[in-house]
């Protein structure tokens, strides 16, 4: 457990002493454990600390709600001094996690040696949406709207790996029940001039099939404005394209760091 001001964040620390850090981001009600696909080969050639975020589920203690961006940019950049990072920290940041990671990068250029964005939400494009309709019925907590929205959401899932779908359905029921409401802050998109001012080295990866906002606009978006951003589009998997192609995923974003 790692002290800030907002409370004891839990970090699963993996990889060989003194080798480049590399810093993971989950989504929204998600943990660290989300990267257990990926974790193995991250941590071969990195030392990587995969994070519970504070004010989210997760193995965490908050003593002081996280109430708006900055609170969450000083919680991290905190939770980085604690941990003794430094100032050359990879980041790889999925969904709300990659929102957070691109703000954090935007804040303190200085501190990021490399950025991966795995569908970030929002950042690049709007949201749809039937994603906020969806979500919204999601967050009643009615198991049909919940189990709905992860299998639209996940649609790849369910169709390679039905189990590991359905696990997902039971695990978002699960965090609904044990977790407060809080406050949520939503991410935005970024204005041109944000991100073609984006000088941190970046991959940014979606999936074919995202569901969130639309990969090719996503994509098109970033060709037109930050040409410096490496983005790929992810074949034959949506929001799940870290589980659906994990292996595929793993190479890229080595390959990206390993530069």
């Known amino acids: 457990m790692a002290a800030t001001s907002f409370g004891r964040t839990f970090v ?15 989504g929204m009600t998600a943990t660290s454990l989300l990267w257990t696909l990926n974790i193995r080969a991250f941590s071969e050639a990195h030392r990587t600390f995969a994070i519970d975020p504070i004010g989210d589920v997760g193995r965490r203690e908050c003593s ?26 990879n980041i790889v940041g999925l969904s709300h996690g990659g929102w957070l990671a691109c703000q954090f990068a935007l804040s303190f250029p200085k501190r ?12 690049v494009q709007r949201f749809s949406v039937e994603f906020l309709i969806r979500g919204t019925l999601a967050a009643t907590r009615r198991r049909h709207f919940v189990r709905a929205v992860v ?35 939503t991410p935005t998109v970024l204005q041109d001039d944000e991100l073609r001012g984006l000088r941190v080295p970046t991959l940014f990866m979606v999936g074919e099939n995202e569901k969130i906002y639309a990969a090719r606009k996503a994509v098109l978006r970033l060709q037109r404005l930050a040409p410096q951003i ?30």
């Open 12 to 26: 699963r620390i993996s990889g060989p002493d003194g080798a480049a850090p590399l810093v993971l981001l989950p």
């Open 64 to 89: 002081r709600p996280l109430r708006c961006l900055n609170d969450h940019l000083v919680w991290l950049d905190e939770l980085f001094h604690t941990l003794g990072l430094g100032s050359a920290v």
């Open 112 to 123: 990021i040696n490399k950025m991966v964005l795995l569908a970030p939400a929002a950042t």
């Open 151 to 185: 299998q639209w959401l996940f649609a790849d899932l369910v169709l390679k790996d039905p189990r590991r779908a359905d696990a997902a359905v039971d695990g978002m029921l699960r965090t609904f029940q044990c977790m407060q409401l809080r406050r949520v802050i």
């Open 230 to 259: 490496t983005a790929e589009i992810i074949p034959g998997a949506g929001h799940d394209f870290t589980i659906v192609q994990a292996d595929m995923v793993n190479r890229k974003v080595l390959d990206f760091l390993g530069q």
